[in-house]
C-alpha cells in the first residue's frame, strides 16, 4: 500500500466512525453499523490482499468499539474483521462480471457482520443481552431488521460511492 491508499483508508474509517457516532447520538438501542460501507469502500477502492482487509475491518471493528453503546463492543473486533474478509472475497469474486460488484458485496459484508456480530453477543453476553432487551427475542426483533435495513442502505453508500471514488 503507498501512502495515497493510507491516506483513503483513513478517510473513509474517519468518515465512517463520524457518521457512527451521530447515529449513536440518536440513542436507538441498536445502532446500524454504517462502518461496513466505509471499510468496504477502503478495501475495494485499495484493491486490498485478503489479510489487509482483514486488518481494515478490524480498524472499523476498534473504531466501532469505542464509539458505540452496544451491548458487547467486543464483538467488533470478530465481526468487523470476519466483513472485511467477506467484503474483498466476493469483490474479487464478482468484479468484472457485474457493475453491482460493489454494492453486492457490502451488501454481504454488513449481513456477515451483523449476524456474527449477533451470535457473539448472544453467545458470549447471554446474560447482559437478555438484561438489556428483557429477552433474547426482543433483541432478535430489534436488531434483525436493522441489520437487513443497514445492509440495504450500505450497498446503497458502496454501490453509488464507489464508481465515482474509483480512479484507477
Known sequence: MDSRDLFLISALLAAGTLLRFILVLI????????????????????????????????????????????????????????????????????????RLAPAFAVLLATLASGFSFTGIALSVAGSQVIEAFSGAPFFLEQIIPVILVTSLVNALIAGLAYPAMNKR
Not at 475495494?44 to 473504531?63: D, K, N, Q, W
Not at 466501532?64 to 474483521?81: G, K, R, W, Y
Open 27 to 98: 440513542g436507538s438501542p441498536v445502532t446500524p453499523n454504517v462502518m461496513v460501507a466505509f471499510y468496504g469502500l477502503a478495501i475495494m477502492l485499495t484493491r486490498s490482499s485478503f489479510p489487509a482487509a482483514i486488518g481494515i475491518g478490524f480498524l472499523g471493528g476498534v473504531l466501532d468499539a469505542v464509539v458505540s453503546s452496544s451491548v458487547f463492543n467486543p464483538a467488533f473486533l470478530i465481526s468487523e474483521p470476519f466483513g472485511g474478509g467477506v467484503c474483498i472475497v466476493l469483490f474479487l469474486a464478482f468484479e468484472g462480471r457485474t
